[in-house]
């Protein structure tokens, strides 16, 4: 009987061996799901490559030539040129670089705001959660145009604080009301992922509450986050053209999407290629 067994059991196909998948390719499955994040990273990848060939615009940004204003496009200037003779085309390729350093450190700066505000409060919950969520939901109550103009114009107004440049005030802006999204997101994840068994065992086995955190939820929580990221850069670019538009966040002559557009508006009827193409841009 016991020849029988060891026989069958030699004789049994062996199992195949399951291969752990490793945690890039989870999150790169998990963000192709998501649509309008891949929209996103598509759109974000030609603005991305705009800025990174700016440098080969056969015009400098501040080039004036008064003789040449206002030209329609033309095979000199595929963009026509302004009221004061500058590469149209020159100056939407250099403002896409300023819209896309804004856009990802603003994105940067809220994400890292965001995810420690929704890691504290979901692993911890209790008073902790409740203060930093009611804290989140003031933010989100504020008019966002109204207080981006007043902090703007406030910063702007205390050179002590160190934030001189036009483009540095517009990212820390955007950055203090747009990480309310991704802090709510990570503490949805954390609260769904912190009961479970490997979490626990963890736990058991003396593990601190920074390492859970960081090493065991965090990373799980990966994919949630670059999805929000994306869509954050496209709403940060958004919002600094907005912003500059209105006179409040990039000022002339540094050349961004926003303030080409308000430049722009004065010839819209003359020359009305200086808004088609960084409003297309946008």
Same mark, same amino acid.
């Given at each position: ?17 399951? +291969? ?12 192709? +799901? ?180 960081? +090493? ?67």
């Amino acid at each position: 009987m016991s020849e029988l067994t060891i026989n069958d059991a030699l004789a049994a196909p062996a199992r195949p061996v399951t +291969r752990a998948v490793p945690l890039r390719v989870l999150i790169w499955r998990r963000f192709l +799901r998501h649509r309008l994040a891949v929209v996103a990273m598509v759109v974000l990848g030609l603005v991305i490559g705009s800025a990174v060939l700016a440098p080969l615009s056969r015009y400098e940004p501040t080039e004036q030539n008064p003789t040449n204003a206002l030209q329609p496009p033309s095979a000199a200037h595929w963009f026509g040129t302004d009221d004061l003779g500058r590469d149209v085309f020159s100056r939407t390729l250099y403002g896409g670089r300023i819209s896309l350093t804004v856009g990802l450190s603003a994105t940067l700066l809220s994400l890292l705001i965001g995810v420690i505000v929704g890691m504290v409060a979901g692993y911890f919950g209790g008073f902790a959660d409740n203060l930093l969520m009611r804290i989140t939901d003031g933010f989100l109550t504020l008019p966002t145009l109204f207080v981006l103009i007043l902090i703007s114009t406030m910063l702007r107004e205390v050179p002590a604080l160190g934030l001189t440049s036009s483009v540095m005030i517009v990212i820390f802006v955007i950055a203090v009301l747009s990480w309310m999204w991704p802090a709510r997101i990570v503490r949805g994840e954390f609260l769904r992922l912190k009961h479970r068994d490997f979490v626990l065992a963890a736990d058991n086995i003396g593990a601190g509450h920074g390492r859970i955190m960081s +090493r065991h939820i965090l990373p799980n929580t990966v994919s949630l986050i670059i999805v929000q990221g994306t869509l954050l850069v496209a709403y940060a670019i958004i919002t600094e053209s907005g912003l500059s538009y209105l006179g409040f966040g990039v000022q002339p002559p540094t050349p961004s999407w926003g303030n080409l557009l308000a430049t722009a508006q004065t010839y819209a009827l003359r020359a009305p290629w200086l808004m088609i193409f960084p409003g297309l841009m946008i």
